[in-house]
């Protein structure tokens, strides 16, 4: 198992961008329907990318973010545990 992390970015505020115009984009394609018909959905594909493929995608990869550095998960003998990393004790849940 690899630790990995697939959909984390490099910062909060960074993430919170790309979910606003992700969310944005899914959005207008939606309100937009009835003024330029199937063109809005063009915005569809923008929305999805700036989301890496799908809105859970998103959330999940924004609690990456968040918890980035801050646990680590330590196995022994098939038993795993998450615990707050020591050098993350004390620093402020979200850093820009």
Request: hydrophobic residues 45%; aromatic residues 6%; charged residues 15%.
């Amino acid at each position: 198992m690899t630790d990995r992390q697939d959909f984390a970015s490099a910062s909060v505020p960074r993430h919170l961008v790309r979910g606003a115009l992700g969310f944005g984009a899914l959005a207008g394609s939606l309100l937009l329907l009835p003024v330029g018909g199937p063109v809005g959905l063009l915005l569809a594909p923008v929305g999805l990318f700036a989301l890496r493929g799908c809105p859970m995608c998103w959330a999940i990869g924004l609690l990456q973010t968040v918890s980035n550095g801050r646990l680590e998960r330590s196995c022994v003998d098939g038993r795993c545990e998450l615990s707050v990393a020591r050098q993350a004790r004390g620093w402020p849940m979200i850093r820009s």
